[in-house]
């Protein structure tokens, strides 16, 4: 009989691949000609190329095997503030992120804004660089001072703000109290800038204004339109009364005639 050896039960051990480590450019927050880069070391495979993406779009590609990526910024502005991603091409793919940020750049959605009396108005700001506003504040021009409007004042004023966008709200606009300029102040993280909004208040009959003006034209030309047929009938009675006298006059021509012929013939 063959002597059974008993097989030596020796446990898997779990090997666990170590995240690579990617280096990147510090936080950006002003420049020209600024180059963003990304180094890797102890990536888990062959580098087979490297993308630069910013908000999904692919801004730059390679199909080089370098352990470090570089991507120019021509300037750094609103425009091109943003998360740009380094993307080295492993198995498993491995990215860094390179933040450029730069202060608000605040915009109004209408330089001036037109509101009926008694209705509501909204003035709009927005800001379109990074990182996003953290704190919106409104302002109103009194006296060449500006006022800070807290949301809620006089339950009339009302603010709502998320992200990038800034809503002002007045309900039952005030022909007297509510027109001049507002100012609206984003802050982020690296700074803070402002916009002017002016607000115009109109009246309540203001809406009527171009339905009278249609009413009062028709009027004109109702009016001229009388005083033209009332001249023209008289013509027209004085042309009739000439019409009748015609036959008279050529009765009065023939017996004028017949008398000639008469006397002509005795």
């Known amino acids: ?46 580098i087979t190329g490297h993308k630069w993406i910013k ?6 590609s390679d199909d080089t095997s370098s352990h470090q990526t570089v991507y120019d910024l ?40 037109h509101g009926n009396e008694g209705d509501t108005g909204v003035l ?21 001072q500006y006022l ?3 949301n809620g004042t006089d339950n009339r004023f009302f603010i709502k703000s998320s992200g990038n966008k ?7 606009l005030d022909i007297e109290k509510d027109p001049g300029e507002y100012f609206c102040n984003g802050t982020n993280e690296v700074g803070q800038d402002g916009a002017t909004v002016s607000l115009r208040v109109r009246s309540r009959l203001a809406a009527l204004w171009p339905f009278l003006g249609i009413v009062a034209e028709v009027l004109v030309l109702v009016t001229i339109i009388f005083i033209y047929e009332k001249r023209r009938k008289p013509d027209e009675v004085l042309d009739d009364d000439d019409g009748g006298s015609a036959p008279l006059k ?11 012929r008469q006397r002509n013939s005795n």
């Open 166 to 172: 800034t809503e002002l709200h007045i309900v039952n």
């Open 74 to 113: 021509n300037e750094v502005n609103t425009d091109t503030s943003g998360e740009y991603v380094c993307k080295f091409l492993t198995n498993p793919p491995a990215e860094g992120i390179v933040f450029v940020t730069v202060k608000p750049h605040v915009l109004v959605y209408k330089k001036s804004e």
């Open 148 to 150: 800070r409007i807290v």
């Open 250 to 260: 050529s009765n009065a021509t023939n017996h004028k005639d017949k008398n000639v």
């Open 1 to 46: 009989n063959a002597l059974l050896v008993p097989r030596l039960l020796v446990p898997k051990l779990a090997c666990r691949i170590k995240d690579p480590i990617i280096v990147t450019t510090p936080n950006v927050t002003s420049g020209s000609n600024v180059q963003l880069y990304c180094n890797i070391s102890g990536a888990a495979s062959a």
């Open 55 to 60: 908000k999904e779009a692919v801004l730059q």
């Open 124 to 144: 709009i700001c927005k800001c379109s660089s990074y990182p996003s506003v953290t704190e919106w504040t409104w302002y109103k021009k009194e006296n060449e």
